[in-house]
């Protein structure tokens, strides 16, 4: 993809949390990447490797420590909270809890017609038959859109919840495992609901799981997170075909197989994740990794790509 194709470039992205005394949480450190038009940017990695805050943060809906958002060319960073606000219409996220993020006061019309009523967009007339469309369109009859949050189920409530997102005709959707709280069969419904959008209106995501399963369902590149760094980034199946990093290995070897007969070398990672309040020094992963050298201990693997774009930080790469 050429460079008049990227929707968003982040570039040395770093989010801090003051902690207790004068202790700082590294949630993001250091994470630059790029996504396109219309494209699904799968990001994976363990809990509290900050995958969440990076999502947030490239929204401002946290503010970066340090860093620098390109979004059509246009920094965010430099924008006053007035235009901020209005860039918001083409910048949308969906939330992992569909009830929590959902008014339970309010209908689903309601919550699905508020970004039309923040920007002011159409008269109310349009904007009730905008939301009318956008509802039949996720799958809801007319007679269900003035109901309340917790007359519907879960997969029903996240619908709401991604129509919400699309009223306001947006060109990037953050989207925070949106299907982990979700059965099985649900999320596939929702999953497939999502794919379609994305063919048909061009919409960009980043997708946020854990769940490698999922993500290489819906994602065109996969980005792999550890610890607040970015360790790996490649086209989804020359990710899962040939992974660089040893974390990115040990994750794949870890996908449940639906078939006793098949055997899968499994990658066991002793030890727990460190704190990002105290990370290791070099190579963050080196406390966990089977093939750690010395140099893993004291020097920091530079990120780089080869000619077919696949990216990692790993000094077994170089």
């Not at 949308?92 to 809890?97: A, G, K, L, R, T």
């Amino acid at each position: 993809m050429n460079k008049e194709n990227v929707l968003l470039q982040a570039n040395h992205i770093k989010k801090y949390f003051q902690g207790r005394g004068k202790n700082v949480v590294k949630a993001v450190d250091d994470v630059s990447l790029t996504l396109h038009r219309g494209e699904t940017l799968g990001l994976v990695g363990e809990s509290g490797c900050g995958k969440s805050t990076l999502g947030r943060a490239l929204l401002r809906l946290i503010e970066p420590t340090q860093g620098e958002i390109l979004y059509n060319g246009q920094d965010l960073r430099k924008l006053p909270e007035r235009e901020m606000r209005l860039m918001r219409q083409h910048m949308q996220m969906v939330f992992q809890n569909p009830y929590s993020s959902l008014n339970p006061r309010m209908t689903v019309l309601e919550s699905v017609r508020a970004p039309l009523d923040i920007f002011k967009i159409g008269t109310p007339e349009e904007r009730f038959e905008k939301c009318r469309e956008i509802m039949k369109y996720v799958g809801f009859e007319e007679y269900q859109i003035y109901r309340y949050p917790h007359e519907f189920s879960g997969g029903q409530r996240q619908r709401v919840v991604i129509a919400r997102a699309l009223i306001s005709d947006p060109d990037f959707i953050v989207c925070g495992e949106p299907v982990s709280a979700l059965d099985v069969s649900v999320r596939a419904q929702v999953l497939n609901l999502m794919r379609d959008i994305n063919e048909k209106r061009g919409l960009a995501y980043l997708f946020i799981s854990h769940d490698l399963s999922v993500v290489k369902h819906v994602s065109d590149r996969i980005a792999v997170m550890y610890l607040g760094n970015l360790v790996e980034l490649a086209e989804c199946e020359e990710l899962y075909r040939n992974p660089k990093h040893p974390y990115t290995k040990a994750l794949l070897s870890s996908i449940p197989i639906p078939d006793p007969d098949v055997m899968v070398e499994r990658i066991p990672l002793e030890g727990d994740l460190p704190s990002p309040m105290n990370p290791p020094g070099g190579c963050r992963f080196h406390t966990r990794c089977p093939y750690a050298k010395e140099r893993c201990r004291t020097e920091r693997p530079r990120f780089q790509y080869d000619q077919k774009g696949h990216g990692a930080a790993c000094h077994m790469c170089e």
